[in-house]
């Protein structure tokens, strides 16, 4: 909810108004491009939709995977990963699931337990070979949370100044698989969060259909506000 003098092009001055972002699409005017590597670009052209939602291609569990999959194919080929020798499982497209990346990131799993999963994908590797694949899921999910963090503390340092406060309190609703299962993607999103909008004090809520339970909340005040203008 937002102030609806601090939202431009809505007329008024009072009250206040729900806003959805739609964050996904942020970086469509080639505003993230500096961020953006090779790996997002071919990601994003394999895409249903290129050119669209780049915000959410780079942090969004439904393609994590293929990100991590499309840096194993360019080490593969300068030979210092699985021996050089280019798989057609690893070719496959969407082979390497997201949730792959929250098992190999455990801390309860060894080195020869990270093997074993990608042996189980066809991927025949060395204990270094299992090491540099644990290293680039670390760095792909890392930014990704950090990328994530970045966009809540940008939102919540915003309403704080809209508001004039000099701290803001504020509870954040989460959702998703890969929140919710990746043993470290919470923490890091709250740390990148504490240290962008230090005058912010968040609090992450984790929520089922997240999004289902919105658009209803956003139906039932529009009907009652319908109901209302027609008494």
């Known amino acids: 909810?937002?102030?609806?003098?601090?939202?431009?092009?809505?007329?008024?001055?009072?009250?206040?108004?729900?806003?959805?972002?739609?964050?996904?699409?942020?970086?469509?005017?080639?505003s993230l491009a500096m961020l953006s590597t090779c790996f997002d670009a071919s990601v994003d052209q394999a895409s249903i939709n290129p050119?669209?939602?780049?915000?959410?291609k780079m942090i969004s569990g439904m393609y994590l995977g293929e990100i991590v999959r499309h840096v194993l194919l360019h080490l593969t080929s300068l030979g210092v990963l699985f021996?050089?020798?280019?798989?057609?499982?690893?070719?496959?497209?969407?082979i390497f699931k997201t949730k792959f990346l929250s098992e190999i990131e455990s801390d309860s799993l060894a080195l020869r337990q990270v093997r074993a999963i990608l042996e189980d994908l066809g991927l025949p590797l060395t204990s270094d070979d299992a090491l540099m694949v644990l290293e680039v899921c670390q760095a792909v999910s890392q930014r990704a949370a950090q990328l994530c963090g970045a966009g809540v503390?940008?939102?919540?340092?915003?309403i704080r100044e809209n508001r004039g406060l000099e701290e803001l309190a504020v509870s954040v609703g989460v959702d998703g698989t890969l929140y919710k299962l990746h043993p470290h993607f919470s923490s890091l999103v709250a740390a990148t969060v504490r240290e962008l909008a230090p005058r912010c004090v968040v609090t992450f809520l984790q929520s089922e259909d997240g999004s289902g339970k919105g658009a209803a909340l956003v139906t039932a005040v529009a009907c009652r506000l319908a109901q209302l203008t027609r008494v």
Do not use: H, Y
């Not at 057609?88 to 497209?93: A, P």
């Not at 503390?153 to 915003?158: C, G, P, Q, R, T």
């Open 153 to 158: 503390a940008a939102v919540v340092e915003k």
């Open 51 to 56: 050119g669209k939602q780049r915000f959410e």
């Open 1 to 30: 909810m937002e102030e609806l003098r601090n939202v431009a092009g809505v007329p008024g001055d009072s009250g206040r108004m729900c806003i959805n972002m739609e964050w996904g699409a942020f970086g469509d005017d080639g």
């Open 83 to 94: 021996r050089g020798q280019q798989t057609q499982r690893l070719q496959t497209r969407d």
